[in-house]
């Protein structure tokens, strides 16, 4: 299985802290500016000051965006790697690493417009996030169709934009990734997809609170570490293979 890496509101993506990084390693800072972050005032970092008292609601600037995904820069120019962003908002992180994974498809794949479209639709299926507000999830869900409509050449009537739509639904979740509950007060389920080849895509429903257990069912001590992970982390639901038009049908309903 792919690797996830998750990015929260501390500033911590996957092992590394921010706090490590100098000046020299910030490659995306403008000449003029360094590390102290002197003119992270001027951006438009919050949308309001009671949002930020409210939910601790801040912004991460693009330049620290390229920054930390570039210490995780092979993963993020991997098609099929799995990225989790806890804390979504309107989508800095999560539409950065759609543009990086866009990228490779266009140098694998760029050649055939049916591979291209497929594997850009998987690459966007391998795309997660939470979100505590509500207008930040459906900006965020906008953001991420922008970009990847953009790349394809799509408007709202293809089916492709559709199962984009589709697919942004359910892997950009409305809840708390702290309780680990949808708006609904449901547990979050987030939807595993695979692209099987010839325009088959297999989707397998997990459980977010089962999922998070990963490390604690593998360590060594763990009374499950003679298990195999086949038989820990069993779906909840598994749907028969799909196409874009049969996705893209799905988003009507």
């Not at 002197?38 to 801040?58: C, N, P, Q, Y």
């Not at 055939?112 to 900006?139: Q, T, W």
Request: hydrophobic share 40%.
């Amino acid at each position: 299985m792919p690797r996830l890496f998750l990015h929260n509101r501390r500033g911590e993506t996957t092992r590394t802290d921010m706090a490590s990084l100098t000046s020299n390693e910030l490659g995306h800072l403008p000449a003029d500016q360094d590390a102290s972050f002197h003119d992270i005032r001027t951006m438009s970092l919050v949308k309001s000051k009671r949002r930020v008292a409210d939910h601790g609601e801040v912004f991460t600037p693009p330049w620290m965006v390229e920054a930390m995904l570039d210490l995780v820069k092979g993963e993020t120019e991997r098609i099929d790697s799995r990225f989790l962003e806890p804390a979504c908002g309107s989508g800095n992180f999560l539409v950065q690493i759609l543009r990086r994974k866009l990228a490779a498809v266009e140098i694998k794949y760029g050649k055939s417009d049916f591979e291209k479209r497929h594997y850009a639709l998987f690459g966007l299926m391998c795309i997660y996030g939470v979100e505590l507000l509500p207008d930040n999830i459906v900006e965020c869900r906008d953001n991420l169709l922008e970009v990847f409509a953009e790349y394809l050449g799509l408007n709202d009537a293809d089916d492709l934009y559709k199962a984009a739509s589709f697919v942004l639904a359910q892997n950009l979740v409305h809840g708390d990734a702290l309780t680990m509950l949808d708006s609904s007060k449901r547990p979050i389920t987030f939807a595993e997809w695979g692209y099987l080849g010839k325009g088959k895509f297999q989707r397998r429903d997990f459980r977010f609170d089962v999922l998070t257990h990963a490390s604690a069912f593998s360590a060594e001590d763990s009374l499950f570490a003679h298990l195999g992970k086949h038989e820990i982390f069993t779906p909840t639901k598994t749907y028969p293979t799909q196409t874009i038009s049969e996705l893209a049908a799905e988003a009507a309903l």
